[in-house]
Each structure stands twice: as structure tokens, then as C-alpha cells.
């Protein structure tokens, strides 16, 4: 009778063994989710789609000019690091299709492109988008924006934007945001310096359009931004343009929400017209139309300038000379500034900025420190010339040598010592002791939660089993 109470006794701490180990190998995934994959490369950068739910951090400045990108639907969280994405450019929207509501509620399919397409409870920190360039043209309801076409309860924080954006569309319902198209969520401590453009490509049909130096319509809260906006609009429907937002409106209609728009500052104008008989022409300091007056508002500081002009026959752009022609200066990267070349228009004097470098420092001379290995890297240090930092850097392992195989033998003349050589001719045999050894640290095998739950099953059984053979000793 003890024998049966004891192996049931058994079984339940085999049981509870069981569940701990499980509990130990969700406890380790949810680690694993929580540590952010690095990227220092524009090939582990694309890797990102293949996981958009993940957690990545950017190790390095990464120069992405003639390097192609597709918007990724987000969900995940990245953080820059305080590093930049140079030269960015978007031409094509992500696969995401969202729900974008007009002033009356109308619901539109609608597509989105920026570095990524869509935010879904996504979080975007610490990232600077230097030169990035969006250019879109679609027949479908569009937004877009430098981080993101579309948020939905999504934070971007810390960022940094400078760049230019231009959407040119038709269909029914589009528009241009500096840091986010559409959506709801959170930008804050973020700048914004963007020229936007706008152009409606259809004179017979009356779109809604939108345009913000932050966000061109939703509910999205500001809290510290500071925007420089340069907008151009050409429009033959209903415009809605803002320093700040093109349109405050909460959705779906009867939603229940109390945000805020504090402490932003703005500065700079959009320059639009509305080709249109039944004018509205929204255009204001922050907010262009406020359909749902349920936010704070206050702190916000304003330099802008609405600028209107009744002219339609040539769509508005911020370079606006015929047969233009342009002069370039480089100037080069320093040790804390990154390179660019500023590009100028004879005639009317307009000029942008291009093509940035990272910026980078200058050693003469490297002094090393510890020579590379096949088994592993070494490390060499040198003094910039224009700073004077110390700098340390490691440098790549060496290749394991090739081996060269050894001529066939035709014949041995008689006498001669017999070969060495394996049965196929020309092929050496590889010494295991210069092969590369992985450097592993034994105790890893110890961080892996299924060993640990069985580790602690084994020990488990085998105190049970103990028990069972010292009580049927003791019947005896």
C-alpha cells in the first residue's frame, strides 16, 4: 500500500517537473522576444520583414543611397540607437490595407508607404531618417509619411527627420505627413524638417487631401515636437493643411477619446490651391479642420504662413524653373557632422541638400594591438588627426589557409618508398589541429530552459525513485 502511495507520489512530481520545465522555456521566449536583434548592415536590415513582430536595435550609421526598400508592415519595436538611415528612398506602398475616415466618416481602403508601411502597436525610437525621399504615385487612397503611412496605437519617440516626401494621387481620399501619414498613437520629443508635396492628378473629380508637418489626419497626440515644414498642394477637391496636422478627427465615428497636442513648436508654410467652386480651403498655424475638439491644446509656438494662389494651370513645387540647371558642392564629412552635397538652381537660387556620407574620423597611422588569428579577431588603435580621439577598433579573423592539393602521381619508379597519399589521387588529408576551433563557453548549455526542466526532472525521478527502493527495503 505505501509502494502505491509513493509511485502516485511520484507521478505528481514528475508532473509538476514537467510544468516547471514549461514554464521555464515560455519565461526564456519571452527573454528572447524582449532582447533586440542587432543591425549594423543594410542586408541585416532587410532581414526585418522576415520577422516584423521582433525587437531590433541599429548598431551603426547605414548608407542606403541606390540600395532599394520595400515598406514593411509593422508591429514590433525598433529602436535607432541614435544612429541614421542616410538616403533612404520609397517608391512603392506596403502590402497593408487600413480603414482612413474623411470629415464624414466615409471609410476608404486605403495604402500606405514610408520606411515602414504600417504601425500596429509598434514602438519607433531614437531613429534619424537623414535625406530620406518618399515618392509615391498611386490611383488608390493613399498616405504616407517618413517613418510610417499609418499608426495605429503606435509610438514614435526621440526621432529625428529630415527630408522630403511628395505624393501624387486622385483617388477619393490622400495625403502627405512628415512623420506619420495617418493614424493614431503618440509622437513625442520628435523633429521634423520636410518638404512635402502634394498633387492632385485628376481636375474632374473633388478628393479629400491632407497635409501635416507631424501627421496629415487622425488622433495622434504631440507632446515636444518641434516641425519645419516646406508644403506644396495642388488640389481640385478639399484641401485640409496644417502646421502641425491637416485634420484632428476621432475614429471610428462615437469613439471616446481625450489626447493632447502640447509644448510643439512650427515654423515654415504651405504654399496650396483649391481648384474648386465650393472652397474650403483648410489651411492653419497647427491644426487644419478639427472635427472632434477633444484634446489639449496648449504650449504650442508658431511661425507659418498660409500661402494661397489662385493660379491652377501649373501644379505648386518647390522648384518651379523651366529647363533648370543646377550646381553642385560637396561638402565633406567631419569627425562628428555627416558629408552632403548641396545642390543649387542657377536661375531661381532654390537649393537642397543630397547624397549624405557618414560622417567618420581620420587616422593616419594604426598601431595594432593584438594580431588576427584564424580562431578569432584582432584589435588595433590610432589617434584621429582632426580630433584627437583615441580610437579602438577590431579588426576581422584570418582566413583558415586553403589546402593545395598535391599533384596525381602518375608512376614510382621500383624501389622507391611508398606513398603517403590516400586512394584518390590529389586530395590531402585536412590536419584537425589547424582547423578553427568555435570559441564556446561550456556554461551556455546551462542557459537553455529545456535542459534546466530536464535537469530538474531527472532529479526529481530519481529522488522518487530513491524513495520507492528504501521503502521496499524496509517491507522486506
Given at each position: 500500500?505505501?509502494?502505491?502511495?509513493?509511485?502516485?507520489?511520484?507521478?505528481?512530481?514528475?508532473?509538476?517537473?514537467?510544468?516547471?520545465?514549461?514554464?521555464?522555456?515560455l519565461?526564456?521566449?519571452?527573454?528572447?522576444?524582449?532582447?533586440?536583434?542587432?543591425?549594423?548592415?543594410?542586408e541585416?536590415?532587410?532581414?526585418?520583414?522576415?520577422?516584423?513582430?521582433?525587437s531590433?536595435r541599429?548598431?551603426?550609421?547605414?548608407?542606403m543611397?541606390?540600395?532599394?526598400?520595400?515598406?514593411?508592415?509593422?508591429?514590433?519595436i525598433?529602436?535607432?540607437?541614435?544612429?541614421?538611415?542616410?538616403?533612404?528612398?520609397?517608391k512603392?506602398?506596403?502590402?497593408?490595407?487600413?480603414?482612413?475616415?474623411?470629415?464624414?466618416?466615409?471609410?476608404?481602403?486605403t495604402?500606405?508607404?514610408?520606411?515602414?508601411g504600417t504601425?500596429?502597436?509598434?514602438?519607433?525610437t531614437?531613429?534619424?531618417?537623414?535625406?530620406?525621399?518618399?515618392?509615391?504615385?498611386?490611383?488608390?487612397?493613399?498616405?504616407?509619411?517618413?517613418?510610417?503611412?499609418?499608426?495605429?496605437?503606435?509610438?514614435?519617440?526621440?526621432?529625428?527627420?529630415?527630408?522630403?516626401?511628395?505624393?501624387s494621387?486622385?483617388?477619393?481620399?490622400?495625403?502627405?505627413?512628415?512623420?506619420?501619414?495617418?493614424?493614431?498613437?503618440?509622437?513625442?520629443r520628435?523633429?521634423?524638417?520636410?518638404t512635402?508635396?502634394?498633387?492632385?492628378t485628376?481636375k474632374?473629380?473633388?478628393?479629400?487631401?491632407?497635409?501635416?508637418?507631424?501627421?496629415?489626419?487622425?488622433?495622434?497626440?504631440?507632446?515636444?515636437?518641434?516641425?519645419?515644414?516646406?508644403?506644396?498642394?495642388s488640389?481640385?477637391?478639399?484641401?485640409?493643411?496644417?502646421?502641425?496636422?491637416?485634420?484632428?478627427?476621432?475614429?471610428p465615428?462615437?469613439?471616446?477619446?481625450k489626447?493632447?497636442?502640447?509644448?510643439?513648436?512650427v515654423?515654415?508654410?504651405?504654399t496650396?490651391?483649391?481648384?474648386?467652386?465650393?472652397r474650403?480651403?483648410?489651411c492653419?498655424e497647427?491644426?487644419?479642420?478639427?472635427?472632434?475638439?477633444?484634446?489639449?491644446?496648449?504650449g504650442?509656438?508658431?511661425?507659418?504662413?498660409?500661402?494661397?494662389?489662385?493660379?491652377?494651370?501649373?501644379?505648386?513645387?518647390?522648384?518651379?524653373?523651366?529647363?533648370?540647371v543646377?550646381?553642385?558642392t560637396?561638402?565633406?564629412p567631419?569627425?562628428?557632422?555627416?558629408?552632403?552635397?548641396?545642390?543649387?538652381?542657377?536661375?531661381?537660387?532654390?537649393?537642397?541638400?543630397?547624397?549624405y556620407?557618414?560622417?567618420?574620423?581620420?587616422?593616419?597611422?594604426?598601431?595594432?594591438?593584438?594580431?588576427?588569428?584564424?580562431?578569432?579577431?584582432?584589435?588595433?588603435?590610432?589617434?584621429c588627426?582632426?580630433?584627437?580621439t583615441?580610437?579602438?577598433?577590431?579588426t576581422?579573423?584570418?582566413?583558415?589557409?586553403?589546402?593545395?592539393?598535391?599533384?596525381?602521381?602518375t608512376?614510382?619508379?621500383?624501389?622507391?618508398?611508398?606513398s603517403?597519399?590516400?586512394p584518390?589521387a590529389?586530395?590531402?588529408?585536412?590536419n584537425?589541429?589547424?582547423?578553427?576551433?568555435?570559441?564556446?563557453?561550456?556554461?551556455?548549455?546551462f542557459?537553455?530552459?529545456?535542459?534546466?526542466?530536464?535537469?530538474?526532472?531527472?532529479?526529481?525521478a530519481?529522488?522518487?525513485?530513491?524513495?520507492?527502493?528504501?521503502?521496499?527495503?524496509?517491507?522486506?
Open positions: 500500500m505505501n509502494l502505491i502511495k509513493i509511485i502516485k507520489r511520484s507521478t505528481v512530481l514528475s508532473g509538476a517537473a514537467i510544468m516547471l520545465a514549461s514554464v521555464l522555456s519565461q526564456a521566449a519571452e527573454q528572447d522576444k524582449a532582447v533586440p536583434v542587432e543591425i549594423h548592415t543594410y541585416e536590415l532587410l532581414q526585418v520583414a522576415e520577422n516584423p513582430a521582433g531590433y541599429l548598431m551603426e550609421h547605414i548608407n543611397e541606390g540600395l532599394p526598400w520595400e515598406p514593411v508592415d509593422f508591429s514590433g525598433f529602436d535607432g540607437n541614435g544612429y541614421a538611415l542616410l538616403n533612404l528612398e520609397v512603392s506602398t506596403s502590402p497593408g490595407v487600413e480603414d482612413t475616415y474623411d470629415g464624414n466618416h466615409k471609410v476608404y481602403d495604402c500606405f508607404a514610408g520606411f515602414f504601425l500596429k502597436g509598434a514602438e519607433v531614437n531613429l534619424s531618417l537623414v535625406n530620406v525621399r518618399v515618392q509615391v504615385e498611386t490611383d488608390k487612397p493613399c498616405f504616407i509619411g517618413s517613418i510610417a503611412g499609418y499608426a495605429a496605437d503606435s509610438t514614435v519617440r526621440d526621432c529625428h527627420i529630415q527630408g522630403r516626401l511628395e505624393l494621387a486622385y483617388n477619393q481620399m490622400f495625403g502627405v505627413g512628415g512623420i506619420i501619414g495617418y493614424g493614431s498613437g503618440l509622437i513625442e520628435t523633429s521634423a524638417d520636410v512635402l508635396v502634394c498633387t492632385d485628376d474632374t473629380t473633388r478628393d479629400e487631401q491632407f497635409m501635416g508637418g507631424a501627421y496629415a489626419a487622425g488622433y495622434i497626440d504631440l507632446n515636444e515636437c518641434n516641425v519645419t515644414i516646406d508644403g506644396y498642394v488640389d481640385h477637391g478639399y484641401v485640409h493643411n496644417g502646421g502641425l496636422a491637416g485634420m484632428y478627427i476621432l475614429y465615428k462615437g469613439l471616446k477619446y489626447g493632447y497636442i502640447t509644448d510643439n513648436t515654423k515654415g508654410k504651405i496650396f490651391f483649391e481648384d474648386n467652386k465650393d474650403r480651403a483648410y492653419k497647427f491644426v487644419g479642420e478639427i472635427m472632434n475638439r477633444t484634446f489639449t491644446d496648449k504650442n509656438v508658431g511661425n507659418f504662413k498660409r500661402d494661397e494662389i489662385f493660379e491652377y494651370s501649373l501644379d505648386l513645387k518647390p522648384d518651379m524653373c523651366e529647363n533648370s543646377y550646381t553642385e560637396v561638402t565633406e567631419g569627425c562628428s557632422t555627416f558629408g552632403y552635397t548641396t545642390v543649387r538652381c542657377q536661375g531661381c537660387g532654390y537649393a537642397y541638400t543630397d547624397r556620407t557618414p560622417y567618420r574620423h581620420q587616422v593616419t597611422d594604426w598601431i595594432v594591438v593584438k594580431r588576427p588569428t584564424v580562431q578569432s579577431g584582432g584589435v588595433k588603435t590610432g589617434v588627426s582632426l580630433c584627437a583615441i580610437l579602438v577598433e577590431d576581422e579573423r584570418l582566413e583558415p589557409p586553403v589546402e593545395t592539393p598535391a599533384p596525381a602521381v608512376g614510382a619508379p621500383e624501389g622507391a618508398a611508398p603517403d597519399q590516400s584518390e590529389g586530395v590531402s588529408e585536412t584537425e589541429d589547424e582547423m578553427p576551433v568555435p570559441e564556446r563557453d561550456v556554461m551556455d548549455i542557459k537553455n530552459p529545456v535542459v534546466i526542466g530536464v535537469i530538474v526532472l531527472l532529479v526529481l530519481l529522488a522518487a525513485g530513491e524513495i520507492i527502493v528504501y521503502k521496499d527495503r524496509r517491507r522486506r
